[in-house]
């Protein structure tokens, strides 16, 4: 009879001392995770797209903190308005990131800056745009855009800076977005390059573990920047209609543009303000001693991860219901 007592147990005392373990190994990392690297007023750090959004917002929140910032902007506006909010120690730099020679340029300039056999620590891929409309709608010369800037541009910037990245062992973060997990109506375009962004993200981390180089992936869900400018995004809506020809206006009807724009009300109204959790997620994976390789930042970017786990039919029952709802 003990003996049957001592077998019945011993599942449960496993279960319970792998449950200790895993707490354990649950706490250390969370504690090792909220150590951060020092001397950051040593670090230097590159972003582009700063002219406004995540890009400036961070770009002022790490010069507060003496760490050397490099910011580029793609208009003269956009230095202007980044220099009038930071200190001395920032530098501002106009960029295209879709053009290759400024690129180029770009480098030596950050090399100049750099001291003397130190790297980079750190590059934060932010540029992006965003265009609204149904696939048939967009015409392909303005997805490709999208794509230039958002994935191409950033894969070009990041294979550019890769050698004083690997020099300093430092960091690589990408924006990407919740889109880059599920991909919904009418922002097919942005979708592949978020997607992208991920795979391309992925592919980096993996093959730079032999430099620990470390690169991080920051998903927002909808946050209130210029991607989300509720009349910007309707007025180009409303260009991509006049442009259809007359027999796919007359296939979608005017009630799909109305419901379109319906959406995008909805979306730049609901858009969370709280901007700074983005920025401390992209603050975190410059600076802790062990980033995430993925911030999902936002309660409707970790439900995307829900849905992206789905079965498919699942998913698309619930964004049918969605779209039908908006009607």
């Not at 649950?26 to 582009?48: A, D, H, M, P, Q």
């Not at 962004?197 to 991080?216: H, I, T």
């Amino acid at each position: 009879m003990l003996q049957s007592s001592l077998d019945s147990f011993s599942p449960l005392f496993t279960c319970l001392i792998a449950a200790i373990v895993v707490i354990f190994i649950r706490t250390l990392f969370r504690f090792v995770s909220k150590r951060k690297v020092g001397e950051l007023n040593k670090k230097y750090v590159l972003i582009t797209g700063c002219d406004s959004g995540f890009g400036q917002e961070t770009a002022i929140e790490m010069d507060k903190m003496g760490i050397n910032v490099l910011a580029t902007c793609l208009t003269k506006e956009g230095v202007q308005s980044l220099k009038s909010a930071t200190s001395n120690r920032l530098k501002t730099f106009q960029l295209d990131v879709t053009n290759s020679q400024q690129i180029k340029t770009l480098y030596e300039q950050v090399k100049d800056q750099l001291p003397s056999e130190q790297g980079l620590w750190g590059l934060v891929n932010n540029a992006g745009i965003v265009l609204i409309g149904p696939i048939e709608w967009i015409p392909l010369e303005k997805s490709k855009h999208i794509a230039d800037i958002n994935l191409w541009g950033m894969i070009d910037v990041t294979k550019t800076f890769l050698p004083l990245v690997k020099k300093a062992r430092g960091r690589v973060v990408n924006l990407s977005s919740m889109l880059g997990r599920v991909s919904l109506p009418s922002v097919s375009s942005y979708c592949v390059t978020k997607y992208g962004v991920q795979a391309f993200s992925d592919a980096l981390r993996r093959e730079m573990s032999p430099w620990n180089v470390q690169v991080s992936i920051i998903e927002p869900g909808l946050f209130k920047t210029g991607l989300a400018n509720e009349e910007r995004n309707i007025q180009t809506l409303q260009e991509l209609w006049d442009g259809l020809s007359p027999e796919l206006k007359e296939e979608y009807g005017e009630r799909k543009l109305n419901q379109v724009k319906k959406g995008i009300r909805k979306s730049s109204r609901t858009a969370s303000s709280d901007t700074s959790k983005v920025v401390d997620a992209v603050i975190d994976a410059l600076i802790s001693q062990r980033p995430q390789t993925r911030y999902p930042v936002g309660l409707d970017a970790k439900v995307s991860i829900v849905i992206s786990f789905l079965p498919t039919f699942i998913a698309d029952y619930f964004f049918q219901k969605s779209m039908n709802a908006k009607k």
